[in-house]
């Protein structure tokens, strides 16, 4: 077996088991210091889903909302916090009941997006593996993401 050879991180955030051809998706919806030190690295071989990407970002902890928006394109995803070099954090990503203020509904007629007033954006989670997304609004159904996270 070959074993992967990336730099470890004394400190930040490796995420592992991204979806095969997805890390450059995942890094652009991640709100990253410009300056950040970010090692890249994509189809990688993997026991489990055959192959996989790998981005580690150096002092950077991610938050529950970088999380949640990495499920909708990367539902296999392990995030790991690394501090001194050592593994503090390891944890699944997983999409909450409820997603709000992260996608905005693809309906153009939906109120959500033609309101004057500022009407939150709310989604219900209704399959997390998929995943599946439906307005609270109108009730539209979502399985693409990428063009519509905020
Ligand atoms: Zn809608």
Not at 3 to 18: C, P, Q, S, Y
């Amino acid at each position: 077996m070959r074993e992967l050879k990336i730099e470890a991180i004394r400190n930040g955030t490796v995420i592992d088991h991204i979806t095969a051809g997805t890390a450059l998706k995942v890094l652009s919806i991640l709100e990253v210091d410009p300056e950040a030190t970010i090692s890249l690295a994509m189809n990688v071989s993997s026991r489990k889903y055959g192959k996989k990407d790998i981005l580690k970002i150096e002092n950077m902890e991610l938050n529950e909302d970088d999380v949640d928006r990495i499920a909708l394109i990367a539902p296999h995803a392990t995030i790991n916090i690394i501090r001194g070099g050592e593994k503090v954090k390891k944890f699944k990503v997983e999409l909450p009941d409820t997603i709000k203020g992260i996608v905005r509904c693809m309906n153009p007629g939906c109120i959500s997006n033609v309101s004057n007033e500022p009407v939150e954006r709310v989604f219900y989670v209704i399959d997390k593996k998929t995943p599946i997304l439906k307005c609270k609004y109108c009730g539209r159904e979502m399985s693409e993401f990428l063009d519509y996270i905020l």
